[in-house]
Nanobody, 115 residues
């Protein structure tokens, strides 16, 4: 059974930065395309970034393009999301999963952007 553990969230002022991490266990990490998703209060969960198994191909939602960077470490089996120039509308619970969300969701990590 695949387990997903997200960390790195917190409270940050607009314009600030955070780096999220995700540990994936129970699957062959380096074989899987992965993604970061977020769910804001009262809204559906949406993908914000994805990355190919080797890390060479990335895609971003329009709302975060140019501000967020997804990356992965296949040796240590970790997924990252560097978030810069944060805006209040980035406030959400952030989750990692396979890029097609095939696994049960983890607990997520709360990101709050507020002055």
């Amino acid at each position: 059974q695949v387990q997903l553990v997200e960390s790195g969230g917190g409270l940050v002022q607009p314009g600030g930065s955070l780096r999220l991490s995700c540990t994936v266990s129970g699957t062959v990490f380096s074989n899987r395309a992965l993604g970061w998703f977020r769910q804001a209060p009262g809204k559906q969960r949406v993908m914000v970034a994805s990355i190919s198994s080797g890390g060479g191909v990335t895609n971003y939602a329009t709302s975060v393009k140019g501000r967020f960077t997804i990356s992965r470490d296949n040796v240590h089996e970790k997924l990252f999301l560097q978030m810069d120039s944060l805006k209040p509308e980035d406030t959400a619970v952030y989750y990692c999963n396979g890029n097609l969300a095939p696994w049960d969701w983890g607990q997520g990590t709360q990101v709050t952007v507020s002055s």
